[in-house]
T-cell receptor, first 117, second 109 residues
């Protein structure tokens, strides 16, 4: 149980392109999803917390207009990297929690490796 | 500020036991998680501790001492596939998850 699917797993595109990443909870309803980015040999950095039906809460230093998050349903959240540049190249990972209890473990998607040329 | 400390890297031998420590200073505490992350992959959940003591789950055990702000992950009968990074993360009073930088564990034959 608690399977999270993330798509695509790998993206290579030109600078200036917008890229959409999907995160789906396959066998549960995720009221809250999280978006992280991770640079090589570094820990996870939380970008934003996404609640179904409401605006995402972004962490300090994360540009809302650059990283658009939509959580339109209880099973789907999307992250769009707008006008991507080489410095946006990173490993992007989503996670989701089941139920309303704040101490539920986060279940992660497989991640999306984004390379901007 | 909030801080989680864990060693950057550890090396152990196949078949042996290794203990990965984690100390934390956070605003409040609502539990501590351990995750395993293989290179190039997303983290997978290993354990959750909210009360003091040892939680055993197969070859992996996790210990918590809230008074000392300390936890460890104990891995027994090490296998080559245990080579990975191990992430310690604490839920603070606002249920925000604070992540450690991770400990890279290298297993040698």
């Amino acid at each position: 149980g608690a399977v999270v699917s993330q798509h695509p797993s790998w993206v290579i595109c030109k600078s200036g392109t917008s890229v959409k990443i999907e995160c789906r909870s396959l066998d549960f309803q995720a009221t809250t999803m999280f978006w992280y980015r991770q640079f090589p040999k570094q820990s996870l950095m939380l970008m934003a917390t996404s609640n179904e039906g409401s605006k995402a809460t972004y962490e300090q230093g994360v540009e809302k207009d650059k990283f658009l998050i939509n959580h339109a349903s209880l099973t789907l959240s999307t992250l769009t990297v707008t006008s991507a540049h080489p410095e946006d190249s990173s490993f992007y990972i989503c996670s989701a929690i089941t139920g309303g209890a704040g101490n539920q473990p986060q279940h992660f998607g497989d991640g999306t490796r984004l390379s901007i040329l | 500020g909030q801080n989680i400390d864990q060693p950057t890297e550890m090396t152990a031998t196949e078949g042996a036991i290794v203990q990965i420590n984690c100390t934390y200073q956070t605003s409040g505490f609502n539990g501590l998680f351990w995750y395993q992350q293989h290179a190039g992959e997303a983290p997978t959940f290993l354990s959750y501790n909210v009360l003091d003591g040892l939680e055993e789950k197969g070859r992996f055990s996790s210990f918590l001492s809230r008074s000392k702000g300390y936890s460890y992950l104990l891995l027994k009968e090490l296998q080559m596939k245990d080579s990975a990074s191990y992430l310690c993360a604490v839920l603070d009073s606002n249920y925000q998850l604070i992540w450690g930088a991770g400990t890279k564990l290298i297993i040698k034959p």
